[in-house]
């Protein structure tokens, strides 16, 4: 082999022999970028996903897909017989562990980790023939299961919700008990603890890192709730939450969907018309929410669904986490009972109660609903006797007044007749005369004289409002009514299928107008007022809950009875011979 020499030491042939030497360096450069482009690929390794031994616990026997056991710090991967992955922690397929209790069953999927069904035993589904999931099964899929991670990288978001976790059991879990899921692989580690006992409350904790670094990933809830399936159930669905002792809630056209909340959560969650899923931080002060909205296609007809006939509703979800990192929270995930809500508390001792939002008719709703609790558990099984026994004891309660308004209405058609020789003696003055103020005050001075309270005419009716609008707010979240029977009334918190109800509504309100004299009253306001009304709140009762309509339609009948008796007072015998009389004038006149 020829010896290398210094071209600078060379002699004239130097300048040559360096010439060679750059035109070889740039040969073997470029030979080097030709192998790069132009040579053949190298294969990209996929994931590795090696599973942990599995000890069965509880009784339950892992699967031998799931537990295919490997080295240390090695991983399987197929078509590889080992690539390194040091402390990877992942599971080769899905399985799937139950937890269950005398309460729920919950079926957690390894895949993400989260929960693909959550049956609550002791309530059935609106068809009321299975147990009701509380997994929204058409939103789920598309929107993210519950106990899902969620992460304001989407990136991450996806990978935490869609690989395999390695679960501590594979089987069927009997509460309490406690599951756990672990992965572990490319820097990112990630832990999701469980415990159960034996109520609707479970614990969770969290911790999710990358290399070693905190990262924010919070527990979510972001699909609803699974008996959501009318247009009312969705529409009604809200955030529900407590800031640093203050209930409130957000309706769901005001969810914004990725919005960060900021406060000292005791509790938040989403929740319908009769369900709940509540989570409780265990330390307030240190919590992030963010509040998740999406949209949904609902049928308008749910029995008959039209592809055509679609309306856009809300679907809400919420999601906790903690600024420090990790998460330690309790769940709610239940009924909407109020003495269960009212044994449920946070860590700062409150209790879930304001869940039960009856908002501003709250004050007439919850004693009501009380009341009829009283009666359901001590000897009136039956919720529509209960709502039937809970009308009558309020009309008698009413009856005082309805002879107020009687007596009221009497005195006024006592001094009917100097009424009308006011109006005359006034009758030439235009509307606009100033001289129809010195009218106004004749009457009103008279009125003043007999007695006469213009407005004792409307108290019963103003005192029936409230404890109707009470009881439609009552009835909307008692999830006691809930599916309750009555008669051929299949469930009391939804409208009669039936229109019974709404149509004895209207016969009993026309049967009202007709039996309370009026003898003051043109007789063409009296017609109108005996169609009118009656047409007006049949229509109001033919889609609302049957449970209302039962209450107005038994306030009618008692009210027509109350009426007919009243009419054979000397109070009713004097009104109607006023009545008789003032009717003949009129046919006199003619």
């Not at 939002?357 to 009501?368: L, N, Q, V």
Request: aromatic content about 10%; some cysteine; glycine content about 8%.
């Amino acid at each position: 082999m020829a010896e290398i020499q210094n071209p600078n030491q060379q002699g004239g042939g130097g300048g040559q022999d360096s010439r060679s030497l750059y035109g070889f360096m740039i040969v073997f450069v470029l030979a080097i970028v030709a192998f790069q482009i132009f040579g053949p690929k190298k294969t990209q390794q996929p994931e590795p996903s090696p599973s942990k031994t599995q000890t069965a616990q509880n009784g339950a026997v892992p699967s031998p897909a799931a537990t295919t056991p490997v080295s240390a710090g090695t991983a399987a991967v197929a078509g590889n017989p080992a690539v390194p992955a040091v402390n990877a922690v992942l599971a080769t397929g899905e399985t799937e562990t139950v937890v269950e209790n005398e309460l729920y069953r919950i079926t957690f999927t390894n895949r993400g980790a989260a929960v693909k069904s959550w049956v609550l035993k002791k309530y059935k589904d609106d068809a009321q023939t299975k147990p009701l999931d509380l997994v929204n099964q058409d939103a789920a899929p598309k929107f993210g299961l519950p106990l899902s991670l969620y992460a304001y990288d989407a990136g991450l978001r996806g990978r935490l919700n869609s690989v395999l976790y390695v679960p501590s059991t594979i089987g069927t879990i009997t509460a309490p008990g406690t599951l756990s899921f672990d992965y572990s692989y490319g820097g990112l580690t990630v832990h999701k603890s469980f415990h159960f006992d034996s109520g609707y409350v479970i614990d969770a904790d969290v911790s999710v890192t990358q290399n070693g670094a905190p990262v924010t990933a919070l527990l979510a809830w972001p699909s609803g709730l699974g008996d959501q399936t009318t247009l009312q159930q969705y529409a009604a669905s809200t955030i529900e939450y407590s800031d640093n002792g203050k209930a409130d809630q957000i309706a769901a056209k005001k969810v914004v969907g990725g919005e960060t909340l900021h406060g000292s959560f005791d509790d938040v969650g989403v929740s319908d018309l009769y369900f709940s899923a509540i989570f409780m931080p265990h330390t307030p002060s240190d919590t992030t929410v963010v509040t998740l909205h999406d949209t949904v296609s609902v049928p308008r007809n749910r029995d008959h669904p039209d592809p055509n006939a679609m309306e856009q509703e809300p679907l809400l979800g919420a999601a906790v986490g903690s600024i420090s990192g990790d998460l330690h929270t309790r769940l709610f995930a239940g009924p909407k009972l109020l003495g269960l809500l009212q044994s449920v508390h946070t860590a700062n001792g409150l209790n879930l109660e304001h869940v039960v939002s009856f908002g501003w008719w709250g004050w007439i709703a919850k004693p009501m609903l009380l009341v009829l609790r009283f009666f359901a558990s001590h000897g009136i099984p039956n919720w529509g006797w209960a709502i039937l026994v809970l009308t009558l004891i309020l009309n008698l309660a009413m009856l005082p007044t309805r002879f107020m308004m009687m007596r009221s209405s009497l005195k006024m058609q006592r001094i009917q007749p100097q009424i009308e020789t006011i109006k005359a003696k006034y009758a030439k003055y235009k509307t606009t005369d100033p001289r129809r103020q010195d009218m106004n005050k004749e009457m009103f001075d008279l009125q003043r004289k007999e007695g006469v309270n213009m407005f004792g005419g409307c108290l019963p009716m103003l005192l029936q409002y409230p404890l109707l609008f009470g009881f439609y707010r009552m009835l909307m979240y008692a999830i006691e009514l809930r599916q309750a029977h009555w008669l051929w009334l299949r469930d009391l918190s939804a409208p009669d299928a039936l229109h019974v109800l709404p149509i004895f509504v209207i016969v009993s309100m026309f049967l009202s107008q007709f039996f309370t004299p009026s003898p003051g009253m043109d007789q063409s306001q009296q017609r109108m007022m005996a169609f009118m009304m009656p047409a007006v709140f049949g229509v109001m009762m033919w889609n609302i809950g049957s449970g209302v309509a039962l209450y107005w339609a038994g306030s009618n009948l008692l009210g027509v009875a109350q009426q007919m008796v009243m009419n054979r007072t000397s109070m009713g015998l004097e009104m109607r011979a006023i009545a008789a009389k003032r009717a003949a004038k009129r046919e006199r006149r003619k």
